[in-house]
């Protein structure tokens, strides 16, 4: 069994930076699209970013566009969030998560078939 593990997250002042790591472990066969959704207390869980197996397509949230940038690493399986100027709003959980099979709809989660546990992300203002 696959499972991904996230880092990368903590405590961050608005404007400020952070990485975001996930790498999965485990039984190992190359997922397709990997990607980041996120959930804020009280709120629902929504798409971030998603990037194809080849690396060549990229999706993101209208919310974080031109802020953040997703990449997948040289080693298989692994996938990045670069999150710059970061907005208080920005603070939620994030979760990594990755497709066995071909996506279609990148930001739908139910495309998605493996999940990470999650990294907390904090903006103060």
């Known amino acids: 069994q696959v499972h991904l593990v996230e880092s990368g997250g903590g405590l961050v002042q608005a404007g400020g930076s952070l990485r975001l790591s996930c790498a999965a472990a485990?039984?190992?066969?190359?997922?397709?699209?990997m990607g980041w959704f996120r959930q804020a207390p009280g709120k629902e869980r929504e798409f971030v970013a998603a990037?194809?197996?080849?690396?060549?397509?990229?999706n993101y949230a209208d919310s974080v566009k031109g802020r953040f940038t997703i990449s997948r690493g040289y080693v298989q399986n692994t996938v990045y969030l670069q999150m710059n100027s970061l907005k208080p709003e920005d603070t939620a959980v994030y979760y990594c998560?990755?497709?066995?099979?071909?996506?279609?709809?990148?930001?739908?989660?139910?495309?998605?078939?493996?999940w990470g546990q999650g990294t907390q992300v904090t903006v103060s203002y």
């Open positions: 998560t990755a497709a066995r099979q071909p996506v279609i709809a990148y930001s739908q989660g139910g495309e998605y078939d493996t």
């Open positions: 485990g039984r190992t066969f190359i997922f397709d699209a």
């Open positions: 990037i194809s197996r080849s690396g060549t397509t990229t």
